[in-house]
């Protein structure tokens, strides 16, 4: 059957005698206009794509400085790569025009869907994007969420919002489906075109819509799931496979502390095994938007509907628990050297920010939670991350490690991961806790440093 184009589906672009503007688009040769709500490291990468694969874009985000930047085509948080793409699009931005919702054939919500301090879901953003857009909503519109949600989200808040402040109704009216959001940071193989996606919709002209205009754009397979909530369930399974991995070779690492085993070298060796294995590293805690976030969605809701993720809640203490674990480490290893001073009133060098390799991101970063904890201690905290002079209280590695006591490695970026042990001798240190097993234990011994690593 012929592929129906947004453009040969598009309704009402014919302008109608009340509407006082052009509609937006409507001169357009493109494939259709499709708006982007939320324009950050997920919305506007994906933006760009469409706009790439012949959509006329459109992008609203509520932060003023963002569409400021945007305007300018200059912002932080793309790969040098999307940042050339900016340079040379044409993607209207706004925080708030409503004609880019109105004259859309597809709006596709990217808003960020964080936690309270509690761990529980913060859907706010989201609520606030489903007002806007039910507030301009027109039939024929397909409406795509991919912020990551819960199953359940979609049904008994999105969907309601849209169809109270539009008067229409899904799935006859106007479309809805979701695609979960998957993005790397700092992943060059993996990126918004080449990832596979997954496709939720109740309804068949919505899944087959929201598949369409995927297929239109991305490399990647698109896989349509039989509901709505199988597609808001499968990212949350595969966030939280990840977070209890990673859980269970933490609870091994303290485990192999008390046993004097080297994880690391266990975990290799264990990956011998060609299948029925897949290896995570312990560290120092679990960071960023995605793996410390997502398993909480599915925990609250579970609970609201009376089931109890006992495993899913233990492996988040466990991850949680990391920072902490990493300055008791330190804290032993300043009371083993006679000539260090114990933990309290030290001078400690906190080697990293991000709680990503090579990434600038602060979300959820492990390495707040020990300084922090150090802070409480009584240690003055030298804090260092090359890519975040703007969280680092010194401006060099030198500076930081300068006459300090100790230096922890709370992210592994790769000026870190070079280091070697004169590097931390010459600046007088002498006890070294490696937050990522990032560098090489027994050159570290050798030369008389007191190291240790997360479960090595
Ligand atoms: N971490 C460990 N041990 C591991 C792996 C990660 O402690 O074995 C820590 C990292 O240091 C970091 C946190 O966990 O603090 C998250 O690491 P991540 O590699 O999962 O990085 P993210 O948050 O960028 O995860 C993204 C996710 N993408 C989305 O959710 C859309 C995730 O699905 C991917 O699995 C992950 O990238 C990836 O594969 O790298």
Same mark, same amino acid.
């Given at each position: 059957?012929?592929?129906?184009?947004? %453009?040969?589906?598009?309704?009402?672009?014919?302008?109608?005698?009340?509407?006082?503007?052009?509609?937006?688009?409507?001169?357009?040769?493109?494939?259709?206009?499709?708006?982007?709500?939320?324009?950050?490291?997920?919305?506007?990468?994906? %933006?760009?794509?469409?706009?790439?694969?012949?959509?006329?874009?459109?992008?609203?985000?509520?932060?003023?400085?963002?569409?400021?930047?945007?305007?300018?085509?200059?912002?932080?948080?793309?790969?040098?790569?999307?940042?050339?793409? $900016?340079?040379? @699009?044409?993607?209207?931005?706004?925080?708030?025009?409503?004609?880019?919702?109105?004259?859309?054939?597809?709006?596709?919500?990217? /808003?960020?869907?964080?936690?309270?301090?509690?761990?529980?879901?913060?859907?706010?953003?989201?609520? &606030? &994007?489903?007002? =806007? /857009?039910?507030?301009?909503?027109?039939?024929?519109?397909?409406?795509?969420?991919? *912020? !990551?949600?819960?199953?359940?989200? +979609?049904?008994?808040?999105?969907?309601?919002?849209?169809?109270?402040?539009?008067? $229409?109704?899904?799935?006859?009216?106007?479309?809805?489906?979701?695609?979960?959001?998957?993005?790397?940071?700092?992943?060059?193989?993996?990126?918004?075109?080449?990832?596979?996606?997954?496709?939720?919709?109740?309804?068949?002209? @919505?899944?087959?819509?929201? !598949?369409?205009?995927?297929?239109?754009?991305?490399?990647?397979?698109?896989?349509?799931?039989? @509901?709505?909530?199988? &597609?808001?369930?499968?990212?949350?399974?595969?966030? *939280?496979?990840?977070?209890?991995?990673?859980?269970?070779?933490?609870? $091994?690492?303290? *485990?192999?502390?008390?046993?004097?085993?080297?994880?690391?070298?266990?975990?290799?060796?264990?990956?011998?095994?060609?299948?029925?294995?897949?290896?995570?590293?312990?560290?120092?805690?679990?960071?960023?938007?995605?793996?410390?976030?997502?398993?909480?969605?599915?925990? @609250?809701?579970?609970?609201?509907?009376? =089931?109890?993720?006992?495993?899913?809640?233990?492996?988040?203490?466990?991850?949680?628990?990391?920072?902490?674990?990493?300055?008791?480490?330190?804290?032993?290893?300043?009371?083993?050297?006679?000539? !260090?001073?114990?933990?309290?009133?030290?001078?400690?060098?906190?080697?990293?920010?991000?709680?990503?390799?090579? /990434?600038?991101?602060?979300?959820?970063?492990?390495?707040?939670?020990?300084?922090?904890?150090?802070?409480?201690?009584?240690?003055?905290?030298?804090?260092?991350?090359?890519?975040?002079?703007?969280?680092?209280?010194?401006?060099?590695?030198?500076?930081?490690?300068?006459?300090?006591?100790?230096?922890?490695?709370?992210?592994?970026?790769?000026?870190?991961?070079?280091?070697?042990?004169?590097?931390?001798?010459?600046?007088?240190?002498?006890?070294?806790?490696?937050?990522?097993? +990032?560098?090489?234990?027994?050159?570290?011994?050798? %030369?008389?440093?007191?190291?240790?690593?997360?479960?090595?």
């Amino acid at each position: 059957m012929k592929q129906k184009t947004i %453009a040969s589906s598009r309704v009402g672009s014919k302008k109608s005698t009340s509407e006082s503007q052009q509609r937006l688009g409507e001169k357009t040769q493109k494939k259709g206009v499709v708006t982007v709500i939320g324009l950050g490291y997920v919305g506007l990468p994906l %933006a760009l794509l469409a706009e790439q694969k012949g959509y006329e874009l459109y992008g609203i985000d509520h932060d003023e400085r963002k569409v400021a930047d945007l305007r300018r085509r200059n912002v932080s948080y793309l790969t040098p790569k999307e940042s050339r793409e $900016l340079k040379k @699009s044409r993607i209207h931005v706004s925080q708030n025009d409503v004609r880019y919702v109105r004259d859309a054939d597809i709006i596709i919500i990217c /808003v960020p869907t964080p936690v309270y301090e509690d761990h529980l879901p913060n859907l706010e953003p989201l609520k &606030a &994007a489903c007002e =806007f /857009v039910g507030a301009h909503l027109r039939p024929n519109q397909l409406i795509i969420i991919e *912020s !990551t949600v819960n199953p359940g989200v +979609c049904e008994e808040i999105a969907l309601p919002i849209l169809e109270e402040r539009s008067g $229409l109704s899904a799935g006859t009216d106007f479309f809805f489906a979701h695609c979960p959001e998957r993005i790397n940071p700092g992943d060059s193989t993996w990126n918004v075109r080449t990832i596979p996606r997954v496709i939720g919709a109740n309804d068949s002209e @919505s899944l087959e819509r929201a !598949t369409n205009f995927y297929r239109s754009i991305l490399e990647g397979e698109v896989k349509p799931m039989n @509901s709505i909530r199988e &597609a808001e369930a499968v990212k949350i399974v595969e966030n *939280s496979f990840r977070d209890i991995n990673i859980a269970f070779v933490n609870e $091994l690492a303290m *485990s192999f502390d008390t046993l004097g085993i080297d994880i690391k070298n266990v975990l290799e060796g264990a990956s011998t095994k060609p299948f029925a294995f897949m290896a995570h590293q312990p560290g120092c805690g679990v960071g960023g938007h995605c793996i410390p976030v997502d398993p909480y969605y599915l925990i @609250s809701y579970a609970a609201k509907n009376g =089931f109890t993720h006992r495993f899913l809640s233990i492996a988040r203490d466990i991850n949680n628990s990391m920072p902490r674990y990493t300055v008791e480490t330190l804290s032993e290893l300043l009371e083993k050297d006679p000539e !260090t001073p114990p933990i309290e009133g030290s001078t400690v060098a906190l080697l990293g920010v991000s709680y990503k390799r090579d /990434v600038p991101d602060v979300r959820e970063s492990p390495a707040s939670v020990i300084h922090d904890e150090l802070v409480t201690r009584g240690v003055t905290v030298r804090t260092y991350d090359p890519l975040l002079p703007e969280y680092s209280n010194v401006t060099s590695l030198t500076e930081a490690l300068q006459d300090a006591d100790a230096a922890i490695i709370a992210t592994d970026h790769s000026e870190f991961r070079s280091l070697r042990p004169e590097n931390f001798l010459e600046e007088g240190v002498r006890v070294v806790v490696d937050g990522r097993n +990032c560098l090489p234990k027994e050159e570290f011994l050798k %030369a008389g440093i007191h190291y240790k690593g997360i479960g090595r």
